[in-house]
Each structure stands twice: as C-alpha cells, then as structure tokens.
C-alpha cells in the first residue's frame, strides 16, 4: 500500500493474488523492487514507480527475495533460491528496465534470514554488506567485517 502526497486513501502499488514481500524503492525513486510468489515460486521483480501497474520484469531466475538496490541504482542485491547473495546488473532508461549480467557473490548460509524484511544492509560505497552471524550460545558476541 502507498500513500501519493496529498492523497488521504491507500492505494495498493502490487495488488495481485500472490504475496509479495520485501518493498524496495530505488534510490531515485523510480523503480519499485519486490519480491512475488506469483510464479510459485519467490522471485524478484521490479515495476516503474509511483506507476506500478504499466510495467513490471523478473530480474531473478532461479528463486529470489530480500532485493536491496544499490546506493547506485545500477545494481540490485537479492538473494537466490540457493541462499546465495546476488547482484544483478539493471540498466534503467525512461520507461524500462533491463537486467543485464547475474553474479553470485557469496553464501548468506551462515547468516541470520529475519522473514518479511531484508535481513542485510548494503555499505554507502555498494562493496560491503552488513550482515548478522548468529554463533553459538557459550561464545563471546563479536563483530566481524568481510570486505571484498
């Protein structure tokens, strides 16, 4: 649901069958990324915004969800149906999106998933993930930092 300025309704912005989880707007603004169960299986796709019913394209392919846009725009992070972090080319122009190359960054495994809401968070400079590593009770609470 979203409210536009000025307006006092909500208006669904995806309001299919499906569930969708994981809202997450680019950071111009223009592009809404989420993920969809609609094709059976969670996937990420992405609609042009605040005018979300006009478009809509898969960018994963083999199960997706938790997308995070890049503080680019030029790349979205999601993590595959594999539990494995993702960062997917997207080349916006006026009024579309192409998904350009797929690399798999690392295994999210040993990392803590929360449920409806990313469970990660992407560093100002789009080369670090913040991430929670939940360990074994009897150890010391650490903070570890992965970079590249």
Same mark, same amino acid.
């Given at each position: 649901m979203g409210l536009k300025t000025g307006d006092t309704a909500l208006v669904p912005l995806v309001a299919t069958g499906a569930t969708e989880f994981y809202p997450a707007l680019s950071p111009d603004g223009h592009w809404l990324a989420?993920?969809? #169960?609609?094709?059976?299986?969670?996937?990420?796709? !992405?609609?042009?915004? %605040?005018?979300?019913?006009?478009?809509?394209?898969?960018?994963?392919?083999?199960?997706?969800?938790? %997308? !995070?846009?890049? #503080?680019?725009?030029?790349?979205?992070?999601?993590? #595959?149906?594999?539990?494995?972090m993702v960062a997917a080319e997207i080349r916006p122009a006026a009024a579309a999106v192409s998904v350009g190359e797929q690399h798999v960054l690392f295994s999210t495994a040993a990392f803590v998933r929360f449920g409806s809401f990313p469970s990660y968070a992407v560093a100002p400079d789009d080369r670090r993930f913040l991430m929670v590593r939940e360990g074994d009770a009897s150890q010391q609470g650490e903070m570890v930092v992965a970079e590249n």
């Open positions: 989420y993920g969809s #169960n609609e094709s059976g299986t969670m996937e990420v796709y !992405v609609r042009p915004f %605040p005018e979300t019913a006009t478009a809509k394209w898969q960018v994963s392919t083999a199960g997706g969800s938790e %997308p !995070v846009w890049a #503080n680019s725009g030029r790349e979205l992070f999601y993590i #595959n149906g594999r539990g494995e």
